[in-house]
């Protein structure tokens, strides 16, 4: 079994930072192609990007495309969200979430259990 544990998270000013970490442990972290997503109150869950096993691909939702990066460092077992010039619609819950195998795919074998964003305006 594959845990994944959310980090990061917290209030910060329109047009800031905030790296987001996802810490995996239980398998090793590069069998997974690993996602995020987000939701906000009253909406549904949308995925923000991913990046695959091998960290050679990343994709992203066009609305955050330019502003947040993801990436990987394998050997901390940790997948990374940066996310600059934020806006108050960033605002939600962000989760990560695990594929075994390479690609990304919308469909996810293993979740974490989120960690808060607010972004003031």
């Known amino acids: 079994q594959l845990q994944l544990t959310e980090s990061g998270g917290g209030l910060v000013q329109f047009g800031g930072s905030l790296r987001l970490s996802c810490a995996a442990s239980g398998l090793p972290s590069n069998y997974f192609a690993i996602g995020w997503s987000r939701q906000a109150p009253g909406k549904e869950r949308e995925g923000v990007g991913c990046i695959s096993s091998t960290g050679g691909t990343t994709t992203y939702v066009d609305s955050v495309k330019g502003r947040f990066t993801i990436s990987r460092d394998d050997a901390k077992n940790t997948v990374y969200l940066q996310m600059n010039t934020l806006k108050p619609e960033d605002t939600a819950v962000y989760f990560c979430?695990?594929?075994?195998?390479?690609?990304?795919?919308?469909?996810?074998?293993?979740w974490g259990q989120g960690t808060q964003v607010t972004v003031s305006s």
């Open positions: 979430a695990a594929r075994l195998g390479a690609l990304c795919k919308d469909e996810y074998d293993y």
